[in-house]
C-alpha cells in the first residue's frame, strides 16, 4: 500500500458531486467534496452493498445516507451512525494538490484484514 494515486480534479469533483475511483478490479471507493474538504470512504455499504454515491450526502453533518435502506455513515471516520449498517466504512487519506488534482492513498480496508 502507501502509493498515492490519482482520484481525478477537484473541478470534476465540483460537477458531478462524487467520484467513484477503482483502486482494484474489486475495490471502487467513492470521494466525496464538501467546502474544502475531500472525502474517500469505501464505495459500497457495509450493510448489503448498495452503491453510496446513489445515497444522500448531508453537507452540514458531514454524513451519507445509504440509498437502500438509509443507513448512515459519518464520511471522517466511517463509523456507522444508523443502523441497519453496523459495521464502519474504510475511510482513505486524500489530499488536493495546488493544481486540484485529487489524490488518495489506498489502505488496507477492514474487510481485506488478514
Known amino acids: 500500500m502507501g502509493d498515492w494515486i490519482r482520484a ?3 473541478s470534476e469533483l465540483d460537477q ?3 467520484l467513484l ?3 482494484a ?11 474544502n474538504e475531500v472525502y474517500v470512504v469505501d464505495a459500497h455499504c457495509t450493510h448489503q452493498d448498495a452503491w453510496l454515491q446513489q445515497g444522500t450526502l ?4 458531514h454524513q451519507i ?3 437502500l435502506h438509509d443507513a ?6 466511517g463509523q456507522a451512525i444508523r443502523g441497519p449498517a453496523a459495521a464502519p466504512l474504510t475511510t482513505y487519506p486524500s489530499q488536493i494538490a495546488g493544481d486540484g488534482t485529487i489524490w488518495l492513498q489506498p489502505v488496507l480496508p477492514w474487510w481485506q484484514a488478514p
Open 8 to 10: 481525478g480534479t477537484r
Open 72 to 77: 448512515r455513515f459519518d464520511l471522517a471516520t
Open 21 to 23: 475511483v477503482w483502486i
Open 16 to 18: 458531478k458531486g462524487w
Open 65 to 67: 445516507s445509504c440509498p
Open 25 to 35: 478490479e474489486d475495490w471502487p471507493v467513492v470521494v466525496f467534496g464538501i467546502g
Open 58 to 61: 448531508d453537507t452540514t453533518a
